[in-house]
């Protein structure tokens, strides 16, 4: 299976981004891809850290979910496409907060996962200071799924420095990791751990980052990238809007493991 990563430099404005979303989309889809991945904050990279508790969809409505989740459905559907949504901000139960979450949609449309991220965020140095806590309330499970090659781990930014959640989720063919890395900790841990997420679970990852200066004066990593079960990198963008793809090889994966039997040999 063909996969892609979608990298976006996301603006304060939703219809400015859920555009973008579409024509990026658009173009992988027509380049091949089967299976989509949005950043993480893709629909809204606010002024303030209260923007995203604005535009808060219901995560539990039967039917009107809103804006972003019918994009997301429609875009999923209309393209034949697996769409693993990045992040969303959805209604958490604690006034003023939300849960950053990704969805995943089958290509008929249908929501068949979500996952809420569990660690949050918190980074001080010089003029840099962020703290996801404030307005997010973290996840509590993680959450993977079938999408017929193989399972799916799903994992969101920050999640990616620690590996015993990927160790819970058990053995996968694909490592997802949507995230809005800041230039600082990007430059100089982003490659490294998502190579080494891959070496040590001997499967894919694709990395979808957000990549530039955006209009509130942050400044992300991007360097989205997909990286083989051996650490090597197939594809990879630095900066800027663009998409990342390649192929999902189910006899690579079955080779390394066979070869080095890493995850067998476990003792722990």
């Known amino acids: 299976m063909k ?3 979608i990298q976006m430099i996301s603006t304060p404005v939703l219809s400015e981004n859920l555009a ?3 024509r990026l989309m658009q173009q992988a889809a027509d380049e091949g891809a089967k299976m989509l991945l949005l950043p993480e904050y893709w629909p809204l990279m606010g002024m303030q850290e209260t923007d995203k508790v604005d535009i ?3 995560a539990d409505a039967a039917d009107d979910k809103g804006t972003m989740q019918a994009f997301m459905a429609d875009m999923a559907r209309s393209l034949g496409v697996w769409l693993i949504g990045g992040t969303i901000p959805l209604q958490a139960p604690e006034a003023g907060k939300v849960l950053n979450s990704t969805l995943v949609f089958n290509p008929e449309g249908r929501q068949v996962a979500r996952y809420d991220k569990i660690h949050l965020f918190g980074f001080s140095k010089g003029d840099e200071s962020y703290e996801e806590a404030r307005t997010i309330v973290a996840g509590g499970q993680v959450s993977s799924f079938d999408a017929g090659f193989g399972q799916v781990a799903l994992s969101i ?5 620690f590996p ?4 819970t989720l058990g053995t996968c063919s694909l490592i997802v990791v949507p995230a809005a890395f800041t230039y600082t900790t990007g430059q100089a841990h982003w490659e490294i751990l998502l190579r080494a997420r891959a070496i040590e679970n001997q499967c894919y990852v694709l990395a979808c980052g957000q990549g530039g200066k955006h209009v509130n004066g942050r400044r992300t990593w991007g360097h989205s990238m997909l990286i083989d079960p051996w650490g090597k990198i197939l594809n990879l963008l630095e900066e800027g809007e663009g ?9 690579v994966i079955a080779s390394i493991r066979e070869s080095l039997p890493a995850l067998r040999h476990r003792k722990l």
């Open 157 to 161: 930014c920050y999640d990616l420095r």
């Open 243 to 251: 998409i990342v793809s390649g192929d999902i090889d189910e006899t």
């Open 20 to 22: 973008t979303a579409r």
């Open 3 to 5: 996969i892609a990563a």
């Open 164 to 167: 015993e959640l990927y160790r």
């Open 56 to 58: 808060a969809e219901p």
